[in-house]
């Protein structure tokens, strides 16, 4: 089996999984909590889940990425990077339990105390689990790592719920999360080949550090970008508004968890192994480009449209006020997710100095972005700013990217603009429906059904009339990606 073959089985893998993992969160277990739980207990977990981000940063010290780009590690280098993230995951417990009580005083809520120290161990568990995972992507193993995320998800999503019910309020939300890490880290374990040896070789693995620790300094910096207007909206807005905003922020992410990041998962270790070759990683990161865009512009621009119906169907009529916020955020949900190949052809390229240097720069852009947001006191207006600033970089990235990679820019960009001219249509389409009838906009689930039949009607007759031949293109990678994904 090829390696284009192999990522493709493997994308439908994961996704497949993903969709799965994220139907039962979204449609299931969000809707019952964000009936129970209030905007300010879903505040308080995300204050109290700023510090186990921060440590997650560190994790393996970037070891996993590090391994799937090794050609042929042996039995002992597998172990001696295992026995590494115990010392590693461990230490993280340990500054979590010392540091807790700063950021209980930061954010002026004590009890989140408690709350991140216990976050503290399932980082111990997290960072486990990530070498005997990395070891079945490796080897291309990834039905069992779907299998592991979907046991680990319906284990800690059903835990949740029956905390919430019997009225454990916020612990409910820092108990999944300890759940999810020590399901996945002993599912992990149990169906994983990864070898576990009585000795342990520094040797083995120090080679890797010079990529591991530019990509750990890369992914500190996306903390920040990522994390920052968390630390400011929590500290000077309150637990109300990082509620609500939390909330908009996790739906904006979907599209890039479910699509990008289970193509990139997929097709990072095929990548790293034609990195030599440079006809072949150009062809097979067009592809992906091609893919992605496909799957998330129109999903997203979708969803920043019919935000206040598919908000008050999941959420209630009480997170109705986010709606807007969402909108935004969507737009800049799309570039992140458009990012993700050209990210992970730097990675394998081995150029995380340019991906630290990117994350600074974002960082440059992302946190004035957020501090005036705050100083205005308006989440919306925050999120305005955040899209704008993801727009501004997104060509000057790409343009880096393909000049590294060999391919004139306005190649990479003809892969994306099929979609979006579809996309367009289609948002014009909703709009329309909207002025002509405004009831439709009613929460309903026969409402929120009907937008997106007309959705995907409308995107898929612009993209056949605009430009057949893309989509009959990317229609048969669908079908073989289906064909695959049945199979396995």
């Not at 997290?126 to 039905?143: D, T």
């Not at 990548?271 to 997203?300: E, Q, T, Y």
């Not at 990679?405 to 014009?428: D, E, H, T």
């Amino acid at each position: 089996m090829g390696e284009a073959r192999r990522s493709t089985r493997g994308a439908a893998i994961i996704m497949s999984g993903s969709l799965i993992r994220i139907a039962l969160n979204i449609l299931v277990v969000l809707p019952i909590l964000a009936r129970i739980l209030s905007p300010d207990e879903f505040g308080i977990a995300a204050m109290s889940m700023t510090l186990f981000a921060f440590l997650a940063v560190f994790g393996d010290f970037g070891l996993a990425p590090a391994m799937v780009r090794t050609p042929n590690p042996s039995d002992e280098m597998w172990a001696s990077a295992l026995w590494t993230t115990l010392m590693i995951g461990g230490g993280l417990a340990f500054v979590a339990w010392l540091s807790a009580p700063f950021l209980g005083a930061y954010y002026g809520h004590p009890e989140i105390v408690s709350m991140a120290r216990v976050l503290g161990f399932a980082m111990l568990l997290q960072v486990l689990g990530s070498i005997p995972i990395c070891w079945l992507q490796k080897h291309q193993q990834l039905s069992k790592v779907a299998l592991i995320d979907l046991i680990s998800v319906i284990a800690s999503a059903g835990t949740a719920v029956v905390a919430a019910v019997m009225g454990a309020g916020v612990w409910a939300l820092i108990v999944q999360q300890v759940v999810l890490a020590g399901v996945k880290f002993l599912c992990a374990i149990a169906l994983s080949r990864v070898p576990i040896l009585a000795r342990y070789s520094w040797g083995e693995i120090r080679h890797l550090t010079g990529f591991s620790l530019r990509l750990t300094a890369s992914g500190f910096v996306t903390f920040l970008n990522r994390q920052s207007d968390t630390l400011l909206i929590g500290r000077f807005m309150g637990a109300d508004a990082l509620g609500l905003y939390s909330r908009a922020y996790q739906l904006m992410q979907l599209p890039n968890q479910v699509v990008a990041r289970g193509i990139s998962f997929a097709a990072y270790p095929a990548m790293a192994k034609v990195s030599s070759d440079p006809v072949w990683l150009r062809l097979l990161f067009l592809k992906l480009n091609a893919a992605v865009g496909l799957m998330v512009i129109p999903v997203m621009l979708a969803l920043a449209v019919i935000s206040k119906p598919i908000i008050g169907l999941l959420l209630g009529p009480q997170w109705l006020s986010i709606a807007p916020t969402f909108t935004v955020l969507a737009i800049a949900g799309a570039v992140q997710s458009l990012n993700t190949p050209s990210t992970d052809a730097l990675k394998v390229l081995g150029h995380t100095d340019r991906l630290l240097a990117w994350s600074l720069i974002r960082l440059a852009l992302f946190l004035p972005s957020f501090a005036i947001g705050v100083w205005l006191g308006s989440t919306f207006w925050l999120a305005v700013l955040y899209t704008g600033a993801n727009l501004l970089l997104f060509f000057p990235f790409q343009a880096e990217v393909a000049k590294k990679l060999g391919i004139p820019l306005k190649l990479v960009l003809a892969r994306f603009a099929p979609s979006l001219i579809g996309a367009l249509v289609m948002v014009a389409t909703l709009l329309g429906v909207h002025a002509l009838s405004p009831p439709l906009w009613g929460g309903s689930l026969t409402n929120v059904l009907l937008l997106c039949g007309m959705a995907a009607l409308s995107f898929l007759t612009a993209s056949y009339v605009t430009n057949r031949g893309f989509l009959i293109e990317n229609t048969a990678h669908l079908r073989h990606f289906m064909r695959e994904k049945r199979s396995a």
